[in-house]
T-cell receptor
């Protein structure tokens, strides 16, 4: 199993650009989530999904959209990038118990 | 009030020492509890779940006190490879809440 995969690993955007961070898991987990991690702030939940077709907002959803058309994939869309979205983004999945994380995407918005 | 609070440290301990990390959570309805480990510039990795009865995995012991809303992690016989940031995590409803982490450096 590849576990949780994320692409790209690194990305630089200009303010106002849009992009999609990809996340996929091959463990047949129903629960998937997106976090951002900033220095001194810990991981903060952006959006999560408890199954295909179901998404919900976490602590910091503004400026991000998600969709869950399949169990495997949970892409995160930045609608109009802002410097405040410079961060490390982690995708995670879980069946029961704790979450398993992907390797992260380091995003810089200029 | 933050959902999960941890002492950020840093904890600098010699090899072979015993070190304990503590964490408090604010929501009495929280249903599951975990400790994660995160190495520099890497993703968090699940270390262990935490139960009221306490659980042990080798040199690591985790404990939950629901009455005090308090979670602990004890590391015995510290190794250099234990150097990392340890994250306390609480599941409340459908959302996981992460502490900001406690930094541990084990010194030769």
């Amino acid at each position: 199993n590849a576990g949780v995969t994320q692409t790209p690993k690194f990305q630089v955007l200009k303010t106002g650009q849009s992009m999609t961070l990809q996340c996929a898991q091959d463990m047949n987990h129903e629960y998937m989530s997106w976090y951002r991690q900033d220095p001194g702030m810990g991981l903060r939940l952006i959006h999560y999904s408890v199954g295909a077709g179901i998404t919900d907002q976490g602590e910091v959803p503004n400026g991000y959209n998600v969709s869950r058309s399949t169990t495997e994939d949970f892409p995160l869309r930045l609608l109009s990038a802002a410097p405040s979205q410079t961060s490390v983004y982690f995708c995670a999945s879980s069946r029961e118990g704790g979450e398993f994380f992907g390797p992260g995407t380091r995003l810089t918005v200029l | 009030r933050k959902e999960v609070e941890q002492d950020p440290g840093p904890f600098n301990v010699p090899e072979g020492a015993t070190v304990a990390f503590n964490c408090t959570y604010s929501n009495s309805a929280s249903q599951s509890f975990f400790w994660y480990r995160q190495d520099c510039r890497k993703e968090p990795k699940l270390l262990m779940s935490v139960y009221s009865s306490g659980n042990e995995d080798g040199r690591f012991t985790a404990q939950l006190n629901r009455a005090s809303q308090y979670i602990s992690l004890l590391i015995r016989d510290s190794k250099l490879s234990d150097s990392a940031t340890y994250l306390c995590v609480v599941l409340t409803g459908n959302q996981f809440y992460f502490g900001t982490g406690t930094s541990l450096t084990v010194i030769p």
